[in-house]
């Protein structure tokens, strides 16, 4: 609800950074979720020499918290000894999580709630819950309400060996029972992408972010992780590959139809730890502060498909009702940034919006959304080649896409996320330099 | 006696037929003891002595965190006569005897600090429960003071808690918390702080029904205390005899004989033991007059009240900087115990290094000194906390905001100044701006900046975390108002400061400098470190000169006597042995070769290869104690006496001060002034001269002596 007499709040992002994404099981392996997330957020407030006192609300996406810390978002608070009256919480939107995150605290900046946020996102898949059966669980509740001794013996007498194994989490959507892979297998044939597209795409995303190390444009949007049990400081992603090329993404055997697939290791997104972080403050906050805004947040839309037609569709339909609400077009988007789950889910979607057909049947619209000028396409490389931490791969976007619209002097920056259970996500930033 | 203003207040009153003692001073943070508050309790335990159907009596505080801090020493400032002091003792017995010989039950509930009169009230008392408070803590530390117990203490402990257990508590002035009290059988019972009153009624209610008025010392001690053999020790009189010969042994030890305290304790517990509690009340009383007037106590209560005074600049209350951020160039030695130190007490803390490589060496450092103080895997929440407000960067970027901006780079001038430059161009206007420097010339630090204004040195005395002591260096172009603001800063850290002005190497570095640099010269000429070293222990300092320039640093020794060489010529030469010690890759603890091993086989022993690089080799002449204490302490006093003529110093207290609690300057001698004073000037004057004439120019007499 807006307050009384409250004009609705530009919001403004001050401030983006982020952790190296490091492929699950390696640099990263030995820290907790709020490890990682705090050394970002530490360094992100520091760097930006903003006063925690400032920091009225802090919201954090994550997609598989540890169940002994299950809102890292007020974990952070006081894990970072930030003021201890920041309410802090945690969201979950998928893959999107982070632009969730980032949605709910600039809502509450825009209707005068809040000034000052701290918005992001964590993923640690070194780091995953394993469960254990149904059956187990039923025991040990029983046994804990146990109240003799011997109740609770006879609680534990009745486990079997089978209730003991521990089941790992699969990344599986729960109404079709198929892996995220096999929905990509499953777009690839249903809008006819080839290997030979997937793999040049692939190839593509990790030339692109080969360069965006190289150039040190990346790098400038990574804070330094130290890692105590090795003592090593982390600050570079441990996936792009230098030496990476179709020919060579062609000898990959396919990993979820091995017999007739298309849809490699090579050109789909590594599972990776990392985290990455937001400073978000109402336009006026960001003046009396003398905040130097890096983005303005424009518009933002969300969407769903039915999980049973096309899982990873999403992006499309939100990139139609962003445009919408935002009165613009595709063409007037300096910079355009898709999460690459897989290429054969970004390509679904650049020919879906491409069409005028589907246009017509989906989208309510006489023509197409636009053809995308690849120019302006995930311009630095993109998941497949950085690696996709669930919670902290729309916020990388983010931060990518403000400082290149800067470098490029464009105007709109549009980003969107596919997301499990048919979700996608899209925002609109503008840059403040190039406000007419 | 004194007419003191009247500070606490003391209140009674009567529930259920329980009376209830209270105390409160307004005036002050903690409840102290003083005439008052003592005439105001004996009247009230007057009035209760005959109210025999009472239940019982609890004894409380009102004021938060402190129960009883123990006496107000000022009350002790003007007494001439150990006379007149053992009145005021007397006084105190016979107050704690008017509580202990209630006709029932007295409880006393502890909140906060209970310490000297305090905890020796508590212990006359039935029983005695706390608070489950962090405040509330337990200690008889009137040794510090250069006192023993006063008001029973020494005799009530031992039988409390055992004469083992007592005398190391009153030794050692220890400090125990709660639990460590009950453990010690201190306390009976630990509640939350809330329930404090409702638990003593309970305890008194039980106290009533076991029928036993006094619970009985056997009640109180654990089953092991009560066994033959455990108590055997404590409880028999060889076992007794032993216990107190070895303290005496220990004490000689540690203070070479220096502090009669300790020695009058040991013996008021054992005429106390030998001849019953009535002796040793008298005996106490006795040694307390005696110690309130001597010289040693003087001293030592002195130094303390200059290092209160240097703490409470009476400007600064109003001040409230919390939690301050700060800026730091450098994270070697000294950068990284600045910002643990700052980390610690709560403030934010932006590092700025030269590249990753020594980013990830100080994290690393960082990471393993906190892991150290919490010494828990994983790290604990406060750990953790800690190190979040540290933060690394190499771009100096996030330093627009900090209030204080403090280099700690490498010991170059060039390369201390462009670090200022740094800072400045990186900082708001109205930063402080800081060298940590320990001997630098400030002046010339500060050269190349524009707000000279604003910048000051800050010279942390080491050890950084348990040294209160900061030496905060001005120069002619250091504004008032931001020498008042770093005050305020350092009264916030908790650190004592004291102004002195910018001259070779300070005041501190300067004088502790002579003394160095005068052993060494003993050195060379014959003796060995061993020697010298326990010479200078015996005369009270806490550690030899050798070992501290083990930890001083032999290199950086070398670059001070370089620069004072160069600034004092007639006082300060760089002597031999220490350019020959550094270029045989000597330089103290850091690298583990110095005066002393710190590896491998003799370990602790002093590392004999040394003397192949001396003339006189391995064969030491022995040496005359009286002639090293004569040669160093002089060598220390005439150069303090110099800073002062100098106005580095602007008097003679601060340099004691500094002197004793930042060097170790031997507190029983008051400091480096107060020796000249109490030995005369004329008499210093001529050992000077007499040294003058057989060792040189360096010990010509400072004009003011």
Same mark, same amino acid.
């Given at each position: 609800m807006p307050q009384k007499n409250q004009k609705i709040q530009r919001v403004a992002i001050v401030a983006g950074l982020r952790s190296a994404f490091c492929k699950q099981g390696t640099a990263f392996a030995s820290l907790s979720a709020e490890d990682l997330a705090a050394a970002v957020v530490k360094e992100l407030i520091a760097r930006a020499d903003l006063n925690p006192q400032e920091i009225d609300n802090l919201v954090f996406g994550q997609v598989l918290p540890r169940l002994s810390a299950p809102n890292i978002g007020r974990e952070l608070v006081l894990r970072l000894d930030l003021p201890r009256t920041i309410p802090g919480s945690t969201v979950m939107r998928a893959c999107a999580s982070s632009a969730e995150a980032m949605s709910v605290a600039a809502d509450a900046i825009a209707l005068g709630r809040s000034q000052v946020a701290i918005v992001g996102g964590v993923e640690l898949l070194s780091d995953v819950p394993v469960m254990f059966s149904r059956s187990f669980s039923e025991v040990m509740v029983a046994a804990s309400r146990a109240k003799t001794p011997a109740a609770r013996i006879a609680a534990f007498a009745s486990l079997r060996p089978k209730d003991l194994s521990p089941q790992t989490l699969s990344i599986a959507e729960s109404s079709t029972g198929l892996s995220m892979g096999e929905h990509a297998e499953a777009m690839a044939r249903q809008n006819h992408i080839s290997r030979a597209d997937q793999d040049a795409f692939a190839a593509r995303s990790q030339q692109l972010a080969i360069a965006a190390i190289d150039d040190g444009r990346l790098g400038a949007e990574i804070a330094p992780v130290f890692v105590p049990e090795t003592d090593l400081l982390i600050d570079a992603d441990n996936h792009p590959r230098r030496n990476s090329s179709v020919e060579a993404l062609a000898q990959l055997k396919p990993v979820f139809d091995t017999k007739y697939g298309s849809v490699t290791a090579g050109n789909s997104c590594p599972v990776t730890d990392g985290a990455a972080a937001m400073i978000l403050m109402s336009e006026t906050r960001a003046r009396e502060l003398h905040m130097p805004v890096l983005a303005w947040i424009h518009s933002l839309a969300l969407s769903a498909v039915d999980p049973d037609w096309q899982l990873l569709m999403g992006p499309t339909f939100a990139i139609d009702q962003v445009l919408r609400r935002a009165e613009l077009e595709l063409r007037d988007m300096d910079l355009i940034d898709m999460h690459e789950a897989f290429a054969a889910q970004v390509l679904s979607n650049l020919r879906a919006m491409a069409s005028d057909d589907f246009a017509r049947q989906h989208l309510q619209r006489q023509q197409a959304l636009g053809e995308i000028d690849m120019q302006r396409f995930n311009v630095m490389g993109g998941s497949i080649a950085l690696g996709h931490p669930f919670a902290a791969t729309a916020a990388r976007q983010i931060i990518s896409v403000s400082h290149e619209l800067r470098r490029r002097q464009g105007r709109f920056g549009l980003i969107a996320q596919c997301a499990a259970g048919g979700m996608g996500m899209a925002l609109i930033i503008e840059n403040p330099e190039a406000e007419p | /006696?004194?007419?003191?203003?009247?500070?606490? *207040?003391?209140?009674?009153?009567?529930?259920?037929?329980?009376?209830?003692?209270?105390?409160?001073?307004?005036?002050?943070?903690?409840?102290?003891?003083?005439?008052? /508050? /003592?005439?105001?309790?004996?009247?009230?335990?007057?009035?209760?002595?005959?109210?025999?159907?009472?239940?019982?009596?609890?004894?409380?505080?009102?004021?938060?965190?402190? !129960?009883?801090?123990?006496?107000?020493?000022? /009350?002790?400032?003007?007494?001439?006569?150990?006379?007149?002091?053992?009145?005021?003792?007397?006084?105190?017995?016979?107050?704690? *005897?008017? %509580?202990?010989?209630?006709?029932?039950?007295?409880?006393?509930?502890?909140?906060?600090?209970?310490?000297? =009169?305090? %905890?020796?009230?508590s212990l006359a008392c039935t029983a005695r429960i706390c608070s489950d408070s962090p405040a509330t803590r337990f200690g008889l530390p009137e040794l510090r003071m250069g006192l023993i117990p006063g008001a029973g203490g020494t005799q009530r402990l031992p039988k409390l808690i055992g004469l083992e257990a007592a005398l190391d508590l009153m030794l050692q002035s220890r400090e125990l918390n709660a639990l460590q009290a009950q453990e010690m059988g201190l306390v009976d019972e630990i509640v939350v702080a809330e329930h404090l009153l409702r638990a003593g009624r309970e305890k008194l209610l039980s106290l009533r029904q076991s029928k036993s008025e006094k619970s009985k010392i056997s009640d109180r001690l654990k089953f092991w205390q009560r066994l033959p053999l455990g108590k055997s020790l404590s409880d028999n009189s060889v076992g007794q005899n032993i216990l107190l010969s070895q303290a005496r042994e220990g004490v000689q030890k540690q203070s070479h004989g220096h502090y009669p305290a300790p020695f009058a304790l040991l013996r008021v517990i054992?005429?106390?033991?030998?001849?019953?509690?009535?002796?040793?009340?008298?005996?106490?009383?006795?040694?307390?007059?005696?110690?309130?007037?001597?010289?040693?106590?003087? *001293?030592?209560?002195?130094?303390?009240?200059?290092?209160?005074?240097? !703490?409470?600049?009476?400007? *600064?209350?109003?001040?409230? %900087?919390?939690?301050?951020?700060?800026?730091?160039? =450098?994270?070697g030695r000294t950068g990284s115990s600045i910002a643990l130190y700052f980390s610690d007490k709560g403030h934010n803390i932006r590092i700025v290094e030269r590249d990753l490589e020594r980013i990830k060496r100080s994290l690393k450092a960082l990471h393993r000194d906190v892991a150290r103080q919490h010494k828990h895997d994983p790290l604990p929440i406060e750990a953790q906390r800690q190190l979040a407000k540290i933060s690394l960067c190499t771009d100096y970027s996030g330093l627009v905001s900090r209030d204080l901006a403090i280099e700690a780079v490498a010991d170059q001038i060039e390369d201390k100044q462009h670090a200022l430059v740094k800072l400045e161009n990186h900082c708001a206007d109205d930063v402080i701006l800081a060298s940590s420097s320990a001997y630098l010339p400030l002046a010339m630090l500060g050269q190349k900046l524009d707000r000279r204004q604003n910048f000051v040195g800050l010279h942390f005395l080491r050890p950084m975390p348990t040294n209160k002591l900061v030496e905060l260096v001005i120069t002619k172009d250091t504004n008032a108002n931001i020498v008042r603001r770093t005050q305020a800063w350092l009264q916030q850290l908790g650190k004592q400061s004291v102004v002195v002005n910018d001259g070779p190497a300070y005041y501190t570095t300067r004088s502790l400098m002579a003394y160095l640099l005068e052993a060494l010269r003993v050195l060379e000429e014959g003796a060995a470190v061993e020697d010298i070293d326990r010479a200078m222990r015996s005369l009270g300092m806490k550690q030899g000169p050798f070992r501290l320039l083990d930890r001083l640093g032999l290199d950086q020794t070398l670059r001070i006597a370089e620069l004072l060489q160069d600034k004092l010529p007639e006082r300060f030469s760089v002597v031999k042995s220490l350019r020959a010690l550094r270029n045989d890759g000597r330089f103290g603890i850091k690298n583990l070769r110095g005066f002393y091993r710190y590896a491998g086989a003799g370990q602790g022993q002093v590392d004999t290869s040394i003397y192949d690089l001396l003339t006189g080799g391995q064969r030491r002449k022995a040496i005359e104690e009286q002639q090293v204490h004569e040669r160093l302490l002089l060598a220390w006093v005439n150069n303090a006496q110099d800073c002062l003529d100098s106005a580095v110093l602007a008097n003679s207290d601060d340099g004691d001060l500094l002197a004793v609690s930042g060097l170790g300057f031997p507190a029983y001698l008051g400091g480096p002034f107060h020796y000249i004073e109490q030995q005369g000037r004329a008499r210093v004057h001529d050992k000077l001269l007499r040294l003058q004439e057989q060792h040189g120019d360096r010990f010509a007499p400072a004009a003011g002596i």
């Open positions: - | /006696m004194n007419p003191a203003p009247p500070t606490t *207040q003391v209140k009674l009153k009567i529930n259920n037929n329980i009376a209830e003692i209270s105390f409160f001073n307004p005036k002050l943070s903690v409840n102290s003891i003083d005439w008052d /508050m /003592m005439s105001a309790m004996a009247d009230l335990l007057h009035e209760l002595k005959d109210k025999r159907s009472l239940e019982g009596l609890i004894i409380y505080s009102q004021k938060p965190k402190s !129960f009883l801090a123990g006496a107000d020493l000022q /009350m002790l400032d003007h007494i001439q006569v150990a006379k007149e002091a053992e009145a005021i003792s007397r006084q105190g017995h016979a107050l704690i *005897q008017q %509580l202990e010989d209630l006709p029932f039950p007295v409880v006393a509930a502890i909140d906060g600090a209970c310490f000297g =009169g305090g %905890l020796e009230m054992e005429t106390g033991l030998e001849q019953g509690a009535e002796a040793g009340f008298q005996a106490e009383a006795e040694a307390w007059g005696q110690l309130v007037i001597s010289k040693e106590s003087r *001293q030592l209560r002195r130094i303390y009240a200059l290092g209160r005074a240097a !703490f409470h600049h009476s400007e *600064q209350k109003h001040i409230i %900087l919390a939690p301050g951020r700060i800026a730091l160039l =450098g994270c």
